[in-house]
Structure formats: C-alpha cells, structure tokens
C-alpha cells in the first residue's frame, strides 16, 4: 500500500537522479555497502566485504559488537578470521572453516568526513542433513504398539520422513520424525526407511527393521493317500514369526523320528512326516501341532490307502482317492484280461 506522499518523495528522488547536469555522488545513498547476505557450507570460508572510497578515514568489522578488525589491526583471537584486503575501495576479511555458531549479522563500520557509518551482512551457515539418532532394529508381538524415532540435524532444519519398503504400498507412512504404530500387524513388519531432506545435499537415509512375532497359522495341510508297500508324506505349513516347531502325533502317540519307518524332517515353515514303506496300521488320523512362544495350533492330516476311502471332510482328498480307486481296479482289469 501506497502513502501518496512516499510517492511523491520517492518520485522527486528518482526525478532529481535523472536530471542531467545534476552531478550524482554515486552510492551515498547506502554507504559504506557491504554485499548482500552470505550463505555458505558449514567448512567453508566466508568472505565479508566491503565497498569503500577514498573519503573513508577508518574501517572495522564487527561480529555482533565484537570488533574483528579494525583497519589492519586483528582484534579477534579466532585465527580462523583474517584479513582479505584494506584498500581504497575495499575492505574485507575472511572466516575460514565457518561454524554453525558462526551465522548472525556483520558490521562494516566506517568513519567518513567524521560520521560514523554500518552496513549489515548476515552470515547464514548450511548444514547438510544428517540423522543424529534413530531407533534400533526391534522386534515386537502382533498388536503391541511401537514408536520408531529418527532425529536429524541440518540448516535448513530437515523435513523427516518415514517409508514402509517391504508394504504393498511403498508409500510415506509418516511425514514426521516420530512414526506411531498402534496394534501392529504382522503386514506391518520389514524395512522402515527414514529420510531426512533439505536442500544443501543429498538426503541423509536409513533404514530400521521390525519383526512382528505372531503365533503359528497352518496353511496347508492336506489328506494324502498312499498304498501299501509304498511310500507316503504327510506335509504339514505353518507360518509363525519367530518360526514355528512340529510335533506330529497319531491319536495320543507322538511321533519320533527315526522311529516305526517314519522319518519327520522340518524345513522352514514346512513339515513332512515320511513313510518309507507303507503299512495297513499306518493309515489314520494324524496331527501337526506348530507351536513358538506366542502360542500353538494343530491340524489334522489323514493318510489314507486305496482299499478303504476315509471319511475325510476334504471333498478333493475323497475325489482323488476315488480317482485312485477306480485306477487301481481299472490296471487289475487290464492284468487278469
Ligand atoms: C561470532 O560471534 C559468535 C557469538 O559470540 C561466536 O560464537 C562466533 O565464534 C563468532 N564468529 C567469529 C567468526 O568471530
Ligand atoms: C539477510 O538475512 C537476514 C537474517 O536472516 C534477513 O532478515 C534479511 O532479510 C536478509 N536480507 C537479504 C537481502 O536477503
Ligand atoms: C538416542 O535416543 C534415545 C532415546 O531418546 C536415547 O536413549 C539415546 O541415548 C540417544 N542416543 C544418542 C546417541 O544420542
Ligand atoms: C515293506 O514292508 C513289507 C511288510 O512289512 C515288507 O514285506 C517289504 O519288504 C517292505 N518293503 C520295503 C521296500 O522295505
Ligand atoms: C489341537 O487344538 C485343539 C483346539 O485348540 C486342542 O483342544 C487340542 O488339544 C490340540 N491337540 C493337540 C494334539 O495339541
Ligand atoms: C481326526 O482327529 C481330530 C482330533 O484328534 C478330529 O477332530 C477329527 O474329526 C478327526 N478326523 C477324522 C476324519 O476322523
């Protein structure tokens, strides 16, 4: 918003400037001037200048009221700061390895006809982002809560992010340097990554596992038919966090390996409990119990022969022991004719 009368000052300043034949004492307007503001790195060197005239009697730069130099003369005891130049037309001194408590405002101050004059320049200090602390790899039950931290430094102060890698999504879980999971889910375990960005240099980014331990869920377990005299696997897939352990039983017996031509063998979240040679006492009802330390399940797995098709709820299991069946009789058909 306009005053009228600042544009009427401001207009005869102009005007006056541009009057020909009007001499023009150029830059007293703003003298002594100093550059604008100076960014640089955290490490750097800043240079602080000055512009000067021969009118100029005496010269210092200041740090906030501290005087640095005062013509030729260090007054400083930081050996980082030293003196660039002291002409007619220039003053200016040099910061090397500039610190982030380093950045506030500079004076030049000078002495002319004997007025006393300054000009400012703020020092602004960069600082790449960098993640100063961020929690550890963490293992947690299904439906605990966790808090992950990721803490980061920089100037610009950082924006903080959190991803989840290992989701479906891939998207940004938080735009904060606190991610808070509450009732976390077994979908929600893998690779967190947390970035912290500003744009001095590239982003700081790390990652932070966590392990949602549940308790074992039987995926697979089906009826499965075998015939005398041959071999026959009962198998047996659990999926647990930490992994599961089998036990197999038939009715109250559990099983051993080793034991009655049977041969358990565990691999991951897999189970298989082997008949070498398959016997009528073999056939029946067996159960896969998994169990880790949050819990147990079991399931129940019948190994059935041709001859006698078991009352299995396993629509397909029955299928294929008819199946199996009518081949069998189909081949003795074959052998006799
Ligand atoms: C400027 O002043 C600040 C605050 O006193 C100080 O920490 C910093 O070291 C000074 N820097 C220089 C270059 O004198
Ligand atoms: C110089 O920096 C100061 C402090 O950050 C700010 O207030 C001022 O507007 C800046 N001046 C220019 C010309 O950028
Ligand atoms: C990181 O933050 C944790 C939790 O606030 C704290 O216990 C730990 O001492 C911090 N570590 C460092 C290196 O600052
Ligand atoms: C399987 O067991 C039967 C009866 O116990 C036996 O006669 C047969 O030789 C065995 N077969 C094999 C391959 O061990
Ligand atoms: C199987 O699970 C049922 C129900 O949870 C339980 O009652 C039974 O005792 C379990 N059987 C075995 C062999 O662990
Ligand atoms: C197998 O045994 C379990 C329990 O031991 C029982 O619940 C299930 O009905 C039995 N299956 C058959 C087909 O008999």
Redesign the pocket.
């Known amino acids: 918003m306009y005053h009228p009368a600042c544009w009427i000052v401001f207009t005869a300043t102009t005007a006056l400037l541009f009057i020909p034949g009007v001499p023009v004492r150029s830059g007293d307007a703003t003298f002594p001037k100093a550059m604008d503001n100076v960014t640089v790195r955290q490490g750097e060197s800043a240079t602080l200048r000055c512009t000067v005239d021969e009118r100029v009697t005496r010269v210092a730069w200041l740090?906030?009221s501290?005087i640095?130099y005062a013509g030729n003369d260090k007054w400083?005891i930081?050996n980082?700061?030293v003196i660039l130049s002291n002409t007619n037309t220039q003053y200016s001194i040099k910061?090397h390895n500039?610190?982030v408590?380093?950045e506030?405002p500079y004076t030049c101050s000078v002495q002319t006809d004997n007025h006393p004059k300054t000009s400012r320049v703020h020092l602004i200090v960069q600082v790449p982002p960098q993640i100063i602390n961020i929690s550890s790899d963490i293992t947690v039950n299904e439906g605990s809560s966790v808090t992950l931290m990721c803490l980061a430094f920089g100037r610009p102060e950082p924006t903080v992010t959190w991803r989840h890698l290992s989701g479906k999504g891939r998207g940004f879980v938080s735009e904060d340097e606190y991610l808070e999971i509450s009732g976390i889910t077994r979908d929600q375990s893998g690779e967190y990554e947390c970035s912290a960005v500003n744009d001095v240099a590239a982003p700081d980014i790390r990652r932070v596992k966590v392990t949602v331990n549940y308790p074992p869920y039987i995926s697979n377990a089906k009826n499965t038919g075998a015939s005398v005299g041959q071999k026959g696997i009962l198998r047996c897939e659990a999926s647990a966090v930490p992994v599961a352990e089998f036990q197999w039983f038939k009715e109250e017996t559990r099983l051993a390996n080793g034991l009655d031509g049977v041969r358990i063998e565990n691999k991951g979240r897999m189970s298989t409990l082997t008949f070498f040679n398959v016997s009528e006492k073999d056939y029946g009802n067996y159960t896969c119990v998994a169990t880790n330390k949050l819990g147990n399940t079991n399931a129940s797995i019948i190994l059935y022969g041709p001859g006698a098709v078991h009352d299995s709820s396993n629509a397909a299991s029955r299928a294929l022991a008819c199946l199996w069946l009518s081949g069998t009789l189909l081949a003795h058909f074959l052998i006799k004719f």
């Open positions: 740090n906030r501290t640095l400083s930081d980082r700061v910061i500039v610190d408590y380093d506030g």
